[in-house]
C-alpha cells in the first residue's frame, strides 16, 4: 500500500470512525463509503467508557457507542460484514487496551485476523507493556502498530521502532485527537528526527483535518489520518445522507473519483 | 514477606504504566527525580520541615474511650489526620508532590479532586509555593462539594467541571490526563491518590506511609504495643495505603472499608475489591468495576472521595496475596458510623472515613478488651454537613 502510495507520488489517505457511531447498522456502511472515497486503509475505532487520548468529538463518539453496547467482538462483526461486501482496503483496529483485556488479549489477535482486520493500534499500550499481547498479535500475523510523539526520546524511538512490524504512528502534537487549524511548526522535525532512526514508513495522526493538512503530510511522511473530521461529518449529515456525506469528504480529501460518479 | 517495591514498576501483577506515548517520558522524568530526591536530605529535610510546621505534624493517636466502652470490646484508637492543616491527610502527598514538581522546573500543577480534599490540599500547597493550579472536578461532585469548590478558588486555583461520563472522580482524571497530554512540558500532574501508572502509586504511598509510621510510634509509646488490627476507608486508597504500609512485615491485620453505597447487590457502589475483577484504567493494571466488554462502570457512594471504580495496584496486590481483606459498607451504615463517632467523641468524621468507624465498631465487638484497633481517621467532617443533613431529611 506505502510503495503503491509512494509510486502516485501521494501520502496514504487512513480515515477514523467509531465503530458504532453513531448507530451499529451504520458502521459497515460507513466503511465502504471511505474506501469508496479513496482510503488505502482504515482506522476502525473499538470503542472505550474512559478515552483518555481524545478530544471531545472522538470522545462523544465513544460514548455513543459504548452506551449501545459495542464489543469488541461486534467491532469484529463490522469487519467480517464490511469483508463480504466487498471492503478491501487494510483495517486497523484501534483503541484503548481494557476491552482487549475483557475480551482475552491471547485470543483478541486470531479473532480480529479471521475476522479480517489487519492490525492493532492501542493507545494506552507502550511496547513495554504488552508483552503477551505482541506475542499474540505475531503468532496471528496481525501487525502492531506503536505510536511515538514528539516528546519520545530519540534511544526510545529506536527500541519502539522494533516492535514495529507494518508502520510507526506518530502523534503530530502534544495533546488529545481533534481538529485543529494548523499543524504544528514542529511537525517536519518530528517527523524528521523519526526519520533518521527508522526505515519504517511513517504515518502521522491527531489534528488533522483538511486536505491541505494532508498534502503537508505528504511531503514529509507516508501517510495521514483524519478522525475527528470524519466523525464531525457524519455527525453534520443527515441520516438518509451519512454514507454518501463521508465518501463525499474523504474523496475531497484524495481528490479520488469513481468511475462513473458524481462528474459532470 | 515484604511490600517493599520501591521503585519497582509492579506489586505483583499489579501496577505497571500503561500510558499514551506523549506521557511516557514525563513518568521516566518523574521518577528520576523522586528518586535522587528520595537520596537527597535536602529533600527529606525540606519536606519533613513543612509537615512539621505547616501541617502540623505529628497528627495525634487518640484513645477514644467512650466509644471504646460503647463497643465493650477492643481499645479503639484514632489517627487524627482530621487534624492535619486543610483536614485531611490529601496535603501529606500534596506536598509532597509539589517539592518534586518544583525540582523538575514544572511551574503549573494539575490535580483531580472528587470530594475537594485534595484539590484543597493541592490548591493550597500552590499558593504557599507560588505555583499555578487548575483542578479537574466533575460538575456531579461540584455540586456536592460546594463549601471545598469555593476554597479552592480563595486560594487562587482554577476549578474546570468535568461534564463527560458519570462526572465524578474518574472523568476528572480523564480530562487532567488530557491536559497533562496537551501541557507535559511545563505541567506536572499532581495525582491524589495511589492510583495511576507507575510511579505514582509508589510515590504517594511513600508521601502517605508518615500516617503509619507515625501511628506505629505512637502506639508502642501509649498502648505499649502494636495494633492488633487497623482499618481504614479505600477509594483510590491512598490514606488506608500510608497507614498499612509501616505494618505490612508485623502481625498487624489490615482490614480496607469500600463504599458499598447502596448496596453491593444493586450495582450502585464502589466496592472495586470486594465486587471487581482485574483490567487497566488510568496507566495501571488493578480491580476495576467493568462490565463484560471491558467498559468501565458507574459508580456510586453518599462519599464523593470513595467513588471511583478503580484503586490502588497495592491494594490489589495486599488482596490477592491475602495480606490484607477488603470489604464494603453502604451509605445508611457510612451514616451510623458518623453518628456514633460524632456523639460518642465529639469528633465530626468525613463521610469516606465514617465507612472505616462503622466496620471498626463491628469488628471492635467482635474482640477482647485486651486488643487494640486503630482507625485511620482519614478527614473531618465540615464538607458533609449538606450531604449528612439532605440524607437525614434537614434542610439546612
Redesign the interface.
Known amino acids: 500500500m506505502f510503495e503503491r502510495c509512494r509510486a502516485a507520488g501521494r501520502p496514504a489517505f487512513m480515515p477514523y470512525i467509531t465503530a458504532g457511531y453513531p448507530g451499529a447498522a451504520e458502521t459497515v456502511p460507513l466503511l465502504l463509503a471511505l474506501e469508496a472515497g479513496g482510503a488505502d486503509a482504515i482506522e476502525l475505532g473499538v ?7 481524545d ?1 471531545a468529538t472522538i ?1 462523544h463518539a465513544n ?1 455513543v457507542a ?1 452506551e449501545q ?1 459495542v ?3 461486534d467491532c469484529l462483526g463490522f469487519v467480517r460484514t464490511a469483508r463480504e461486501r466487498g471492503l478491501e482496503a487494510p483495517v486497523i483496529l484501534m483503541g484503548y ?7 482475552g488479549e491471547e485470543r483478541a489477535p486470531g479473532d480480529a485476523a479471521a475476522a479480517g482486520a489487519d492490525g492493532f493500534i492501542v ?4 511496547p ?2 504488552a508483552g503477551r499481547f505482541l506475542v499474540a498479535c505475531r503468532g496471528a500475523d496481525m501487525s502492531f502498530v ?8 530519540d534511544t ?1 524511538i529506536a527500541k ?1 521502532a522494533g516492535a514495529a512490524d507494518a508502520f510507526l504512528y506518530c ?1 503530530s502534537v ?3 485527537t481533534g481538529q485543529r487549524a494548523a499543524l504544528p511548526e514542529e511537525l517536519p522535525g518530528f517527523i524528521g528526527r523519526v526519520r533518521g532512526l527508522t526505515g519504517l514508513p511513517l504515518a502521522v495522526g491527531f489534528g488533522i483535518g483538511t486536505r491541505e493538512h494532508v498534502e503537508e503530510v505528504g511531503r514529509i511522511a507516508d501517510a495521514a489520518v483524519i478522525g475527528s473530521a470524519i466523525i464531525a461529518t457524519i455527525d453534520a449529515a443527515d441520516e438518509a445522507h451519512r454514507a454518501q456525506r463521508v465518501r463525499e469528504f474523504v474523496e475531497s480529501v484524495t481528490g479520488h473519483k469513481q468511475a462513473g460518479g458524481d462528474g459532470p | 514477606m515484604s511490600a517493599d517495591t520501591t521503585l519497582s514498576p509492579r506489586f505483583g501483577e499489579f501496577g505497571g504504566r500503561y500510558v499514551p506515548e506523549t506521557l511516557v517520558g514525563a513518568h521516566e522524568e518523574l521518577e528520576e527525580a523522586y528518586s535522587a530526591a528520595r537520596s537527597d536530605p535536602a529533600f527529606g529535610d525540606e519536606l519533613e520541615g513543612l509537615l512539621k510546621h505547616y501541617v502540623g505534624r505529628p497528627t495525634p493517636l487518640y484513645l477514644a474511650e467512650r466509644l471504646t466502652r460503647e463497643c465493650g470490646g477492643a481499645r479503639i484508637w484514632l489517627k487524627r489526620e482530621d487534624l492535619a492543616h486543610t483536614g485531611a491527610h490529601k496535603i501529606n502527598n500534596a506536598i509532597g508532590q509539589a517539592l518534586l514538581a518544583k525540582r523538575l522546573g514544572k511551574p503549573r500543577i494539575i490535580a483531580e479532586t472528587g470530594a475537594g480534599q485534595h484539590g484543597v490540599a493541592t490548591a493550597t500547597v500552590c499558593a504557599m509555593l507560588g505555583l499555578e493550579c487548575a483542578v479537574y472536578m466533575g460538575s456531579e461532585d461540584i455540586r456536592r462539594q460546594s463549601l471545598n469548590v469555593f476554597r479552592m478558588k480563595m486560594l487562587g486555583a482554577t476549578v474546570i467541571p468535568v461534564e463527560s461520563g458519570s462526572r465524578t472522580l474518574k472523568d476528572a482524571i480523564n480530562e487532567a490526563m488530557r491536559d497533562w497530554v496537551t501541557n507535559v512540558r511545563t505541567t506536572h500532574y499532581l495525582i491524589g491518590s495511589a492510583i495511576g501508572p507507575h510511579p505514582f502509586p509508589t510515590i504517594v504511598r511513600d508521601f502517605q506511609s508518615v500516617i503509619g509510621r507515625e501511628a506505629r510510634q505512637q502506639m508502642l509509646e501509649q498502648a505499649g504495643k502494636l495494633p492488633d488490627v487497623a482499618i481504614a476507608c479505600v477509594g483510590g486508597g491512598s490514606n488506608a495505603i500510608g497507614l498499612f504500609h509501616p505494618f505490612v512485615d508485623d502481625p498487624v491485620r489490615l482490614i480496607g472499608v469500600e463504599a458499598a453505597g447502596e448496596g453491593v447487590g444493586t450495582g450502585r457502589h464502589s466496592a472495586t475489591l470486594v465486587a471487581g475483577r482485574p483490567g487497566v484504567l488510568h496507566g495501571t493494571r488493578t480491580y476495576l468495576l467493568q462490565d463484560a466488554n471491558g467498559q468501565i462502570l458507574e459508580t456510586h457512594s453518599i462519599s464523593a472521595g470513595l467513588d471511583y471504580p478503580g484503586v490502588g495496584p497495592e491494594h490489589s496486590w495486599l488482596k490477592t496475596s491475602e495480606r490484607a481483606e477488603y470489604v464494603a459498607v453502604d451509605d445508611v451504615q457510612a451514616l451510623e458510623g458518623f453518628k456514633a463517632l460524632t456523639r460518642a467523641e465529639g469528633i465530626i468524621p468525613a463521610l469516606e472515613p465514617s465507612h472505616a468507624v462503622y466496620h471498626a465498631l463491628k469488628v471492635a465487638r467482635s474482640l477482647d478488651p485486651g486488643e487494640d484497633l486503630l482507625i485511620g481517621l482519614s478527614g473531618r467532617g465540615d464538607k458533609d454537613m449538606h450531604t449528612v443533613a439532605a440524607a437525614l431529611g434537614v434542610t439546612l
Open positions: 470503542p472505550f467508557s474512559d478515552p483518555m487520548a478530544g470522545q460514548y459504548v453496547g464489543s469488541f467482538a487496551y481494557n476491552p482487549l483485556l475483557a475480551y493507545v494506552d499500550l507502550p513495554e507493556e506503536p505510536l511515538v510523539a514528539p516528546t519520545t526520546a526510545r519502539i502523534v502534544l495533546g488529545t
